[in-house]
């Protein structure tokens, strides 16, 4: 998996064309790819929590849907979900700088939240990477794992709302009873004692 430079860096003004819902997964998949690949290590990603043990697959869409104001619009929301690998190595500090750098290069703007060593001698690093149009990186790395926050840009477009709504009509159908099969009726049976026939069946 190449490195590639990411589209859009243009903020959009309100009034202007919105992303869809399916251009955000878009690029949101092409996001996480993107920084999966400058990582050097494009193996043993997962979507969610490691002990899951589900795969980076953005098929999945498991992702969630965050409100942001980088249109001007209370409506817009973005797209977002987490990748995690195991830690590289003990120190985070190369893999930090190694995204830190790549992330510089894609006009992203860049804070070190946290850069933290215990008594121990364990480490934990935080970096925070915005540009205008709302996308967002975030980093956490430790001495036991890596974990990579991906959003996507914002939108106002009517289809995230409805692809939300799908999305939460398919859980609460997940949630439901699956209908059983009913019970066979009673049916009649030849007498079993000297009773006469006639009496029972007429």
């Known amino acids: 998996m190449s490195v590639h430079a990411l589209s859009d860096p243009i903020p959009q003004s309100p009034g202007t064309p919105q992303k869809t819902i399916t251009e955000l997964l878009t690029q949101w998949a092409d996001l996480t790819n993107a ?12 979507r969610g929590a490691i002990l899951d043990n589900k795969p980076w697959d953005p098929t999945a869409e498991e992702v969630g849907l965050l409100p942001c104001g980088t249109v001007g619009a209370k409506s817009a929301h973005q ?10 190595e003990d120190d985070p500090h190369p893999i930090a700088d190694k995204l830190t750098t790549y992330w ?16 121990s001698g364990k480490m934990d690093i935080a970096i925070r ?17 890596v974990s990579v926050h991906v959003s996507s840009e914002c939108s106002t477009h009517p289809s995230i709302d409805t692809w939300a709504e799908e ?36």
């Open 35 to 46: 920084a999966i690949a400058a990582t050097g290590n494009t193996e043993g990603w997962y």
């Open 104 to 119: 510089e290069s894609q006009g992203f703007t860049i804070v070190r939240t946290v850069d933290w060593t215990s008594p």
């Open 167 to 202: 999305r939460v009509q398919e859980r609460l159908n997940s949630l439901l009873p699956t209908p059983s099969t009913p019970p066979p009726s009673p049916t009649a049976s030849a007498p079993t004692d000297d009773t006469d026939e006639r009496f029972l069946w007429g």
């Open 79 to 88: 797209v977002e979900a987490v990748v995690r690998h195991a830690a590289f």
């Open 129 to 145: 990477a915005t540009r205008p149009d709302g996308v967002y990186y975030g980093l956490t790395a430790t001495s036991n794992q």
